[in-house]
């Protein structure tokens, strides 16, 4: 049974399950660590830890967890400490595991008052829009439920825990816009406590560190990214994470003093050397990875080559910190491989490859049709060698995609091929994907709605750009000018035969303008609601057909339509 009242993970033995993750499991206790005795470190409670700082009149929160109920809980532990207000939330980066408490830390009103700052990165704001709205927001949401097992109950066939903390499943989420920015460093004193916060990108191109000078105290955000090796790469999809930079990044941090390192995942570290130790054996493994990776690229290795010939050391995948239950290093040499050179990889046959259902169908008739295949995965699963299992029952189920005996054969092997992984984001996807494969897969059509109060309006209206139906509007040229019912400011949307332009001030000729507010946009962007929807828009000038036109030129990905394993 599940230890962990706030945020459960599995950690009973179990055949099914590596013995060292669900070991990995028990450290997960959730616990108030007392760093120093003006420094409070929440653990277990949450993914990500939050940090309480005890200054004279108040008190500074360093990460607000994913969930808004998570955060209170924590926050009711703080108070058996101090009862001091709050007077700043300071966000270490964009991920939802660090923003989403913020209002069980704080009252959005002592926010607008101007009694709570809320501190970030310059960039913080913008990364956030592309995760709640824009770009790739809906199939990254997706891909965030396979790789933290959202799908999957808590059990030795589904989640064990999320690597670098206990769960990550989210109740109500909430997100509170920056008060004060900066883009280097920034000196800053709250409440008495003085910091010096300093940009650091690494894990995200918007990490910052705090360091606490009058404490030795080093809030490391995920430059360290919890007991375990780094994500260079997560497999639900990221940005290129140039290892130079982070094992740089965590350079700059080897040179404070830091006498505790409090991070933003995993338990806290004291003692001078040891904290230089673990600094410097996490920027090692990370350059050792990177820089093996490019000996052998320059070798003429292939992404999936370099996955079995760069490995950990001994003496580093050996380092209590730097175990594989987060991500796997056979993943990240290939995303050093694509950073570097990019998809292609040398042979010009796959630049035009041949379509991959007209090749399975060709491959299958070569080895003896469907029936064979099949006789062919079986045994291979049978023999203990459950990946090629995968892979011939992939070219069965490419002919027919409602062919259940080869899905559910298929199910079987990823199940096997996942159960003796411990780096918990592939082994969570694997599992997910066979629930896919045999339509047992229950999954919220929405995904839940994200928390946009904090976005400005403009940049929802931005975000409209990839939703355009290009082939609808080929032969359109409409201009939007829209004001907002809920915040200050106006903008343009131009739809130009195929393309939508945005306009950071008004068009000085639209088509019409409407008075809209963040709901609607954010309907828009999600499918919640449409042109007719009743939060508006309302017209001020120009035609309601125009109007209508603009918007109904937009869609909403349906992602309950979308497949990622059955293909």
């Given at each position: 049974?599940?230890?962990?009242?706030?945020?459960?993970?599995?950690?009973?033995?179990?055949?099914?399950?590596?013995?060292?993750?669900?070991?990995?499991?028990?450290?997960?206790?959730?616990?108030?660590?007392?760093?120093?005795?003006?420094?409070?470190?929440?653990?277990?409670?949450?993914?990500?830890?939050?940090?309480?700082?005890?200054?004279?009149?108040?008190?500074?929160?360093?990460?607000?967890?994913?969930?808004?109920?998570?955060?209170?809980?924590?926050?009711?532990?703080?108070?058996?400490?101090?009862?001091?207000?709050?007077?700043?939330?300071?966000?270490?980066?964009?991920?939802?595991?660090?923003?989403?408490?913020?209002?069980?830390?704080?009252?959005?009103?002592?926010?607008?008052?101007?009694?709570?700052?809320?501190?970030?990165?310059?960039?913080?704001?913008?990364?956030?829009?592309?995760?709640m709205a824009a770009g790739a927001a809906p199939i990254l949401s997706l891909r965030n439920a396979y790789c933290f097992g959202a799908f999957l109950p808590l059990g030795p066939?589904?989640?064990?825990?999320?690597?670098?903390?206990?769960?990550?499943?989210?109740?109500?989420?909430?997100?509170?816009?920056?008060?004060?920015?900066?883009?280097?460093?920034?000196?800053?004193?709250?409440?008495?406590?003085?910091?010096?916060?300093l940009w650091v990108p690494s894990e995200c191109e918007d990490e910052i560190v705090v360091w606490l000078p009058d404490w030795k105290v080093l809030c490391s955000a995920e430059?360290?990214?919890?007991?375990?090796?780094?994500?260079?790469?997560?497999?639900?999809?990221?940005?290129?994470?140039?290892?130079?930079?982070?094992?740089?990044?965590?350079?700059?941090?080897?040179?404070?003093?830091?006498?505790?390192?409090?991070?933003?995942?995993?338990?806290?570290?004291?003692?001078?050397?040891?904290?230089?130790?673990?600094?410097?054996?996490?920027?090692?493994?990370?350059?050792?990875?990177?820089?093996?990776?490019?000996?052998?690229?320059?070798?003429?290795?292939?992404?999936?080559?370099?996955?079995?010939?760069?490995?950990?050391?001994?003496?580093?995948?050996e380092h209590p910190w730097l175990g594989e239950f987060y991500g796997s290093v056979a993943d990240h040499v290939r995303e050093i491989y694509q950073g570097e050179l990019g998809?292609?990889?040398?042979?010009?046959?796959?630049?035009?490859?041949?379509?991959?259902?007209?090749?399975?169908?060709?491959?299958?008739?070569?080895?003896?049709?469907?029936?064979?295949?099949?006789?062919?995965?079986?045994?291979?699963?049978?023999?203990?060698?459950?990946?090629?299992?995968?892979?011939?029952?992939?070219?069965?189920?490419?002919?027919?995609?409602?062919?259940?005996?080869?899905?559910?054969?298929?199910?079987?092997?990823?199940?096997?091929?996942?159960?003796?992984?411990?780096?918990?984001?592939?082994?969570?996807?694997?599992?997910?994907?066979?629930?896919?494969?045999?339509?047992?897969?229950?999954?919220?059509?929405?995904?839940?709605?994200?928390?946009?109060?904090?976005?400005?309006?403009?940049?929802?209206?931005?975000?409209?750009?990839?939703?355009?139906?290009?082939?609808?509007?080929?032969?359109?040229?409409?201009?939007?000018?829209?004001?907002?019912?809920?915040?200050?400011?106006?903008?343009?949307?131009?739809?130009?035969?195929?393309?939508?332009?945005?306009?950071?001030?008004?068009?000085?000729?639209?088509?019409?303008?409407?008075?809209?507010?963040?709901?609607?946009?954010?309907?828009?962007?999600?499918?919640?609601?449409?042109?007719?929807?009743?939060?508006?828009?309302?017209?001020?000038?120009?035609?309601?057909?125009?109007?209508?036109?603009?918007?109904?030129?937009?869609?909403?990905?349906?992602?309950?339509?979308?497949?990622?394993?059955?293909?």
């Amino acid at each position: 049974m599940p230890t962990n009242p706030f945020c459960p993970v599995y950690d009973e033995d179990s055949p099914l399950v590596p013995p060292g993750l669900t070991a990995h499991s028990r450290k997960m206790k959730p616990a108030i660590y007392q760093v120093t005795d003006r420094v409070f470190l929440a653990y277990g409670y949450a993914d990500a830890n939050s940090i309480l700082l005890v200054g004279d009149d108040g008190v500074v929160i360093v990460d607000a967890t994913e969930d808004e109920t998570k955060a209170r809980s924590i926050l009711a532990e703080f108070r058996k400490i101090t009862d001091k207000p709050v007077k700043a939330l300071i966000y270490t980066h964009f991920h939802p595991d660090h923003i989403g408490g913020a209002r069980g830390f704080v009252d959005p009103c002592d926010v607008a008052s101007g009694e709570v700052q809320v501190v970030s990165h310059e960039s913080l704001p913008e990364f956030v829009s592309l995760t709640m709205a824009a770009g790739a927001a809906p199939i990254l949401s997706l891909r965030n439920a396979y790789c933290f097992g959202a799908f999957l109950p808590l059990g030795p066939e589904g989640r064990i825990n999320c690597g670098i903390g206990p769960d990550v499943r989210v109740r109500r989420a909430s997100y509170l816009a920056p008060t004060l920015t900066f883009r280097e460093s920034l000196d800053l004193t709250v409440a008495g406590v003085r910091m010096h916060l300093l940009w650091v990108p690494s894990e995200c191109e918007d990490e910052i560190v705090v360091w606490l000078p009058d404490w030795k105290v080093l809030c490391s955000a995920e430059v360290v990214q919890g007991e375990c090796f780094p994500n260079l790469y997560a497999i639900r999809g990221t940005r290129y994470r140039d290892p130079r930079r982070w094992y740089k990044s965590l350079d700059a941090l080897r040179e404070f003093p830091a006498e505790h390192l409090a991070p933003s995942h995993g338990r806290p570290v004291s003692g001078r050397k040891a904290v230089g130790e673990l600094l410097t054996a996490y920027r090692d493994a990370i350059q050792y990875v990177h820089d093996q990776t490019l000996r052998f690229m320059n070798r003429g290795h292939t992404p999936d080559e370099l996955a079995g010939l760069v490995k950990l050391p001994p003496h580093l995948a050996e380092h209590p910190w730097l175990g594989e239950f987060y991500g796997s290093v056979a993943d990240h040499v290939r995303e050093i491989y694509q950073g570097e050179l990019g998809f292609f990889q040398g042979d010009p046959t796959t630049l035009r490859a041949t379509p991959p259902t007209l090749a399975a169908a060709r491959l299958v008739a070569l080895m003896g049709g469907r029936e064979a295949v099949l006789t062919a995965a079986r045994q291979a699963l049978d023999s203990g060698d459950p990946q090629w299992a995968a892979e011939l029952t992939t070219l069965a189920i490419r002919l027919n995609i409602l062919d259940m005996e080869s899905r559910r054969l298929k199910a079987r092997a990823l199940r096997a091929v996942g159960q003796a992984e411990t780096a918990i984001q592939p082994r969570h996807w694997y599992m997910t994907a066979a629930l896919e494969l045999e339509g047992r897969l229950e999954r919220d059509a929405s995904g839940g709605d994200p928390d946009i109060s904090g976005l400005r309006p403009e940049v929802l209206v931005e975000a409209l750009g990839p939703r355009l139906a290009s082939e609808r509007t080929l032969e359109t040229h409409l201009v939007g000018a829209f004001e907002f019912v809920d915040a200050p400011g106006e903008c343009g949307l131009e739809i130009r035969r195929g393309v939508a332009q945005f306009h950071s001030r008004r068009p000085e000729h639209p088509d019409f303008v409407a008075r809209l507010g963040r709901g609607f946009l954010a309907g828009l962007l999600t499918g919640r609601s449409g042109p007719d929807a009743s939060e508006g828009p309302v017209l001020v000038e120009g035609r309601e057909e125009d109007m209508r036109r603009f918007f109904s030129s937009f869609e909403a990905p349906d992602m309950t339509r979308v497949r990622l394993a059955l293909r």
